[in-house]
Structure formats: C-alpha cells, structure tokens
C-alpha cells in the first residue's frame, strides 16, 4: 500500500500553469474590479479549422443582424500558440509576419485567406470586489477582495487604454463591468467609477495590495497562451491543411499544392465568432462567401 502524506509538494501537477482562477462574468453578473498592475502581452495565433466530419465538410446557416441568413462552413478552434516569430519584424511594417521563424507565420503568409497574422492578447491580475450581487456596491460583510486573472483582447485592451486616457491611471477609478449579455462570449460592458475603494481608505489600501501580493499566478505569460513545442504547433497545421483540402474537394492532391479559397477569409471568421448558427451544423455546399467586417471577440 502505498502511503502518502498532506504535504504541498505532493500536489498532483497538472501539466499546466493556467490553474489560477482566471476572471469571468455569468449571465447577469456585475463586477467592480481594480486594476492596479499593468498587463502583459504576447502575439498569438489561433487556429480553427472547417469542422470534418467522415470527410464532409459540415456547414452551418449564420444569421445576419439584420436577420437574413446565409451558410458557411462550421469552423472548430484546434488551438492559441504563441507566436514564435521575432517581436521586432511582428511589430514592424507590412503585415506583420515572421515567415523564417515561425511555422504559423509561414502558413499565414502562404494562406492568408485560411490563417490570421498573429494577435496581441493580454493578461492582468485584476482586484475583483466583494460586491452585494447584482450591484456594484460592497457587501455589508467586512471589506474583502478576491484576485484573478483577467485575460483579454485587443477589442478590450482598447476600451480599457480609452479609459486610461480619460482618469488619467486606471488605479485612480474602479472599473464597473457588465451586466454581462453573453457568458460564453464575455460580453459586458465596461465603465468607471468616480472613485477607487481599494485605495479608499488606509485599511481597504493595505488588505487589497497584501491579497494581491500573496495571490499570484505562477506565470501570467501562461494565460497569454500556450508557448507550444514545434510539434504541435504542426500538427494543428496539418489538421488545417487537411480540413481545407476536404473543403475543397481534393483530398487526393499533394499538400503543398493546394490553392487558396477565394474569399473565405478573416472577416468571416470574425463574423463567425460574432453570431450564432441559426441550425444545426449540416452538410451541404457552400454558397456565396461573405465579406462583413466585425471586431473579433474573446477566444474562449
Ligand atoms: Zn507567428
């Protein structure tokens, strides 16, 4: 029989280091957070593929706002990799694609139509407030916060830069997000308050900074997305390329010699992760593609 003692080290490790509670609204939810460090960031890449069932491509109807509908092929994320390219020819002119580098730039510059140029995402510990639920104000218990980390895009990145840019520091006003309208998409809106609690009073000051300090996710950069070895990076590559050849039609040719779809592009996938299917996934051929061009929303 094998013993074994309460001790920490004897943790079962996951293999991952994304086990710190990471920030999420429910359906409904309201949160008052503080945001009093700054996040870091990495360039990303996320790949999603036709969805390839028995050979057929499957195929979905996407509703319009306007409610017309039309159909495309069900897309499946396959995975978020860090970005291997050089961070200087990344930022730099053009479109940003280290081709000599990383095999997901490569890719992307071979097939810009199946394939994103990569994107920043972020990663912050945010101060979530113990708030009375449903409203932004502090419970009647004695003041406590809780940390997590607050993972997002550019789309939220550039809300919260705009309300950098109006309070002069996000420390000096809470954040008041949502209701939250979308759980799966995190969807909230984000306000500000005149004031910042955490910083309130010298109590609230000294109990938010000592919870933040002792409450930290071992590597940040984790929850940017994974720095996946070069094998796996290629083979989500090879499962994308596979599933556009069966979108294509030819399963039978080389790798390397398939030619791009005209216009199934970036803006489709955007638009994708923007609407809901109107149906079940279904086969059928596809029709005409669309061009609608939509801020991309949370990868979840
Ligand atoms: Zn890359």
Redesign the pocket.
């Known amino acids: 029989m094998a013993m074994i003692t309460f001790e920490t080290k004897n943790r079962m490790q996951s293999g991952s280091n994304t086990d710190f509670p990471q920030f999420k609204l429910v359906k409904g939810e309201r949160a008052r957070v503080a945001l009093i460090e700054n996040p870091v960031f990495g360039?990303t890449?996320t790949i999603r593929a036709p969805k390839v069932v028995d050979g057929q491509v499957q195929y979905q109807m996407i509703q319009r706002k306007d409610g017309t509908q039309f159909e495309a092929p069900v897309k499946e994320w396959l995975g978020t990799h860090r970005?291997?390219?050089d961070d200087g020819i990344?930022t730099g002119d053009g479109r940003g694609?280290?081709a000599k580098n990383?095999p997901?730039?490569a890719f992307?510059k071979a097939n810009p139509s199946k394939m994103d140029a990569?994107k920043r995402r972020f990663a912050v510990h945010v101060v979530k407030y113990n708030t009375k639920p449903g409203t932004y104000d502090l419970t009647d218990a004695p003041f406590s916060v809780n940390i997590f980390v607050w993972k997002f895009t550019e789309f939220l990145f550039d809300k919260l830069i705009g309300i950098n840019s109006i309070v002069g520091s996000l420390q000096n006003r809470d954040l008041l997000l949502g209701p939250c309208t979308d759980a799966q998409m995190q969807k909230y809106d984000i306000n500000y308050d005149m004031q910042a609690f955490w910083s309130g009073t010298d109590q609230y000051k000294e109990l938010t900074l000592s919870t933040l300090k002792s409450n930290r996710a071992e590597d940040l950069m984790a929850y940017v997305a994974r720095d996946s070895e070069l094998r796996w990076i290629e083979k989500d590559l090879d499962t994308l390329a596979d599933a556009y050849r069966a979108l294509e039609g030819r399963t039978d040719e080389p790798r390397l010699a398939a030619a791009e779809l005209p216009s199934l592009g970036n803006d489709l996938n955007a638009l994708m992760d923007d609407t809901k299917p109107a149906s079940k996934p279904q086969a059928a051929a596809p029709k005409t593609e669309e061009k609608v061009g939509f801020d991309s929303l949370l990868d979840i």
């Open positions: 360039w890449h970005c291997k390219g990344i694609l280290d990383c997901m730039c992307a990569p």
